[in-house]
């Protein structure tokens, strides 16, 4: 596939590269959404970030991330929820349509009693969420992550909460690094493009062997993930925003930036 008309890339994805460079490069390699990782803005408003933006042409896909409801301490927990209205606000003024979430994980806290503070947590933060029109896209995490960061792990969990709460507001980020696994991806996606959930669509790839959990994700083809398959699926489900690009990765990181971004154009165009 090399229509480029909906390819996006998360900042994260060229970490080494301060905001302002990486947009002018974004623009200049044909990207046409970002999704911001609030860490690259830490430095300037989300009105002067959603500036630069405006003036490459370029559209803010969402804001990454929010989340992290669990904890075994009722001060922590409040503080999060604190800490997501403030995001919240952050992502209207860069103009984010809708917030990653990831919705947070404890060693010391039982499953069980991590997803009731998620689906806590998500309740608390919903009205402002509608207030100011900015949605919240659970990401389930692989379940490699349900000990620290993520107690939401599917994307059958995911719809779950999103049929359980009902809101219109809070809906699904599929993102094939986590989901690619499940034998329930097929049902599950349309199910989620059923309920009008789909909210964002990952894109990278899974390497083996994975040397680090957090940090070895692949770019799209050099893993065993079939991304075509799953674009395939969230598209029949409806979805038609953009494909995002998020890599995490200390190898190509420590690369020459200008060459990955030409390599991530190239795989983007052959392997998603
Ligand atoms: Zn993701």
Not at 86 to 104: F, K, N, Q, T, Y
Not at 110 to 115: F, M, N, S, T, Y
Not at 124 to 136: C, D, H, K, M, Q
Not at 196 to 205: K, P, T
Request: aromatic letters at 8%.
């Amino acid at each position: 596939m090399d229509d480029l008309s909906r390819f996006a890339i998360h900042t994260i994805t060229t970490k080494p590269w301060p905001f302002e460079t990486a947009v002018e490069k974004y623009a200049q390699a044909g990207i046409r959404g970002v999704s911001v990782w609030k860490e690259s803005i830490a430095h300037i408003k989300p009105k002067d970030a959603r500036a630069l933006l405006d003036a490459q042409g370029l559209a803010t896909v969402s804001m990454v991330r929010g989340g992290f409801f669990v904890s075994p301490d009722p001060k922590v927990r409040e503080g999060r929820i604190k800490d997501n209205l403030d995001l919240i606000r952050a992502s209207a003024e860069l103009g984010a349509p809708h917030i990653v979430l990831v919705c947070g994980a404890d060693p010391k806290v039982p499953l069980r009693v991590a997803w009731d503070q998620v689906r806590q947590g998500l309740e608390s933060i919903l009205p402002e969420a509608e207030r100011t029109g900015v949605g919240l896209a659970i990401e389930p995490l692989h379940p490699m992550y349900a000990d620290a960061r993520a107690a939401v792990n599917t994307i059958r969990h995911a719809n779950d909460l999103c049929a359980a709460i009902g809101h219109p507001m809070l809906g699904v980020a599929v993102d094939v690094y986590h989901v690619w696994w499940d034998p329930e991806l097929e049902v599950e996606i349309a199910r989620c493009g059923a309920m009008g959930r789909i909210f964002a669509f990952h894109v990278c790839d899974w390497r083996t062997p994975t040397v680090d959990f957090l940090n070895d994700r692949g770019l799209m083809g050099e893993g065993c993930i079939d991304i075509p398959y799953i674009r395939d699926l969230v598209e029949r489900a409806g979805f038609s925003g953009f494909v995002e690009v998020e890599i995490f990765s200390d190898r190509l990181w420590a690369m020459d930036q200008d060459e990955f971004l030409g390599n991530i154009g190239k795989a983007f165009k052959e392997y998603v």
